[in-house]
């Protein structure tokens, strides 16, 4: 049997099965380019115009001039042809491409496994070619020696350093290599900062390729085996849909549905992962909203589902999965509490179950997030809180017998790390850096109510500021900032001045600070050894008392009017609930059933609102209860809550709150009335609101944390191994 190829260098074209190999290899192009490729061979040493090549690509995605130049820089890339040179395919502006370069037309005898040059017999010496072999791999294998003697040289003297992939206005983020680790895909949010979509580029200068265009929030995306697709999950409504796009552009297929897998931590996961025959998507999701977050299977041929993991009730749940390079195993991490997250590994069967329950392969009650396996197979990089609030890269044994071995710290990444990526067949680490600055502004509230004025910064630094809170007479505020390196208690005047660092956790991660109704304490959370507490301090700084103790995670703490009580959330009984306790930390009680976090008493101390845990299907938004502060009947009050679940403050009349931003990058503030249940836009924020939200004693001002800085962008680093 014969087959008959087209040769130009080290290449060979199969026109008829559509094949291009490399040395004998297989070289993993889409479809469409390799049918740009052959007209281009085939019409070797003519010109052939943009709409000819328009007509010979296959119809089954669409395509249009823009997928033909990406075609074109793919083929440029793949066939090794230098930016000055036109050693294959050469572009004449305003004529088309041209196909430069000699090319042997082979024929290849598949039973012989013998190559034949068109018209010329082949030569038969074995003997002789039986010597030459022996030659050969002699000299092969030599050659093979010294080159594993300079690269093992060259791989302990060259230090690795990270060198920007993009240099974008905006936020650019979940970086993917593709199989060949030529390409890369990303979401970014555009040059008009205005909504988050995928986009491709080839590795070097050129401009990437928009792939997705969707109002929704696209992200996650991840490469698929053969290189053609693109899996990803888009965000509209509450709801996450897994869809898959073709690489170079075109036409989406709608794979699967799940609820929102929402974390807000302080790393994040990408939440797809491919399976190694390219038959399953993973993801992370939710079948039920009020289920704790899951891992699911898909098939991709028909988006028949399957959940693999189940976690316990009280855990967030299961995030960031990723296959093993020989696709075996499977490592996730399983979030127990806010800002805790631990790595898990299990083999994982043909029928995508888990063979017997993952183990995890970290323990330090820590924050891990977005796992990738090293090519080998035998490490797994994640980044992880393990040294402060900034997110660093870690490396660690991927055996679940090594639970106690301590994680290395990959320091070329440096800090603010996130979605790292691993190509093995291009030896190359991409991972995202972001810089984020936070500060506390204030905005005049009118005597109405309803009106408010220009908003002021009153405390900023090139670090982070948050969580501020109006002391009772309002001549001081209390905020949470990483101004000195590491997370820390402040208080300020209510200017922003005469600073005072009042804790010193250099490592734990306090949070939510409040005063005390007579202005003497300062009530806050804090995250030691990954067991949240509830502590008390003195105004004037000094011992901290905790409260709280055991095995659950209490957060978010509030007081009563008359500051006898302490309102909280705690998972002491699985699910986070809003919980009382008396100032001295006794009697504790549960007041919610039905889900609550933070809470906070009306003016006359009878009623209790509060938003309840983020598990619902809305990202980044909380819906809004009440309940009688010594608990009762559970009452929804709005659905569409504060973004963050301490965006709100109780007045007089009615309830101020940020809700979720229905415009990237910008936030409004409300005003829900309590007379006739009607809400108010009153305020639109230049920037977006953060975490933190507190009215002034007197009414007349809000102070909130507002973005003002945001960026992020791929970072890369060559030969890593």
């Known amino acids: 049997m014969e087959t008959r190829y087209l040769e130009f260098g080290p290449f060979r074209l199969d026109s008829k099965s559509k094949v291009v190999l490399r040395h004998g290899k297989a070289v ?63 572009e004449l502006p305003s004529n088309g491409y041209r196909f430069v370069g000699p090319v042997r037309d082979i024929a290849v005898d598949t039973a012989a496994g013998d190559f034949l040059v068109v018209g010329r017999p082949v030569e038969r010496h074995r003997g002789r070619q039986a010597r030459w072999g022996i030659a050969t791999a002699t000299v092969s294998v030599l050659a093979v020696a010294v080159l594993w003697v300079i690269s093992r040289h060259n791989n302990i003297t060259q230090p690795l350093t990270p060198v920007p992939l993009t240099s974008y206005q905006g936020a650019v983020g979940f970086p993917t290599f593709s199989p060949e680790g030529d390409r890369v895909a990303f979401n970014w949010n555009g040059e008009k900062e205005d909504n988050f979509d995928i986009y491709v580029k080839l590795v070097g200068p050129d401009p990437p390729l928009r792939l997705t265009t969707d109002p929704g929030i696209d992200f996650t995306p991840v490469w698929s085996p053969d290189g053609r697709s693109i899996a990803f999950q888009r965000f509209h409504n509450g709801i996450l849909d897994i869809l898959v796009v073709p690489a170079l552009g075109g036409a989406e297929r709608k794979i699967g549905q799940l609820y929102s897998a929402r974390y807000d931590g302080d790393a994040a996961s990408r939440q797809l992962s491919w399976s190694r025959d390219g038959k399953f998507l993973v993801a992370s999701g939710k079948a039920d909203p009020a289920e704790p977050t899951s891992l699911f299977t898909f098939a991709v041929a028909d988006g028949k589902s399957a959940k693999i993991t189940s976690p316990p009730p009280s855990n967030l749940g299961d995030f960031g999965p990723a296959f093993s390079p020989d696709g075996l195993f499977l490592a996730f991490c399983r979030v127990t509490a806010v800002g805790v997250a631990e790595l898990y590994v299990g083999r994982i069967g043909p029928d995508m179950q888990f063979d017997s329950l993952p183990k995890p392969i970290t323990s330090d009650r820590r924050e891990a997030a977005s796992p990738v396996w090293t090519p080998d197979g035998k490490d797994i990089l994640f980044v992880s809180t393990r040294m402060g609030p900034r997110t660093t890269l870690w490396r660690i044994p991927a055996s679940p017998l090594s639970v106690d071995t301590e994680p290395a710290r990959v320091d070329f990444a440096g800090e603010r790390v996130l979605h790292p990526a691993i190509s093995s067949a291009a030896h190359r680490l991409a991972f995202m850096h972001y810089n984020f600055d936070t500060n506390i502004w204030r905005i005049p509230i009118g005597a109405d109510g309803l009106t408010m004025g220009a908003p002021a910064i009153v405390l900023s630094s090139p670090r982070n ?134 809470a906070l008493e009306s003016p006359d101390g009878k009623t209790l609102y509060y938003s309840k845990y983020p598990r619902r299907i809305a990202i980044m938004n909380t819906p809004f209860w009440k309940v009688p502060a010594n608990g009762g009947e559970e009452k929804l009050v709005l659905e569409n809550g504060p973004a963050f679940s301490r965006n709100f403050a109780i007045a007089e009349k009615g309830i101020y709150l940020v809700p979720t931003s229905r415009a990237m990058g910008r936030s409004s503030v409300q005003f829900f009335r309590f007379s006739d249940k009607s809400l108010h836009d009153i305020a639109r924020l230049p920037h977006r609101a953060e975490k933190g939200f507190s009215l002034a004693p007197d009414g007349k001002s809000l102070l909130y944390t507002q973005v003002d800085h945001q960026e992020s962008e791929v970072m890369l680093v060559d030969n890593f191994r």
């Open 465 to 598: 500021e948050f969580n501020p809170s109006y002391s009772p007479d309002g001549s001081r505020i209390s905020f949470i900032s990483d101004r000195t390196g590491s997370m820390e208690v402040w208080i300020s005047d209510s200017a922003g001045g005469n600073l005072m660092q009042l804790t010193n956790f250099s490592g734990a991660v306090p949070g939510a600070p409040v005063w005390s109704p007579d202005g003497r304490k300062i009530l806050f959370d804090a995250r030691l050894e990954g067991k949240s507490r509830i502590y008390l301090m003195d105004a004037a700084g000094g011992k901290n008392d905790c409260l709280t103790s055991g095995q659950s995670s209490d957060l978010v703490p509030s007081w009563s009017r008359d500051g006898k009580f302490i309102y909280y959330a705690s998972n002491r009984n699985g699910d986070m609930q809003v919980w009382k306790m008396r100032a001295d930390g006794s009697d504790a009680k549960q007041i919610t059933t039905q889900g609550g976090y933070f």
């Open 28 to 90: 993993p192009l889409n479809l469409q380019a390799i049918e740009v490729l052959i007209t281009l061979v085939g019409r070797r040493g003519a010109v052939v115009g943009t709409d000819e090549l328009l007509r010979s690509v296959s119809r089954e995605t669409p395509v249009d001039q823009t997928n033909l130049i990406q075609n074109i820089a793919v083929l440029r890339h793949f066939l090794a042809e230098a930016s000055e040179t036109s050693s294959y395919i050469e």
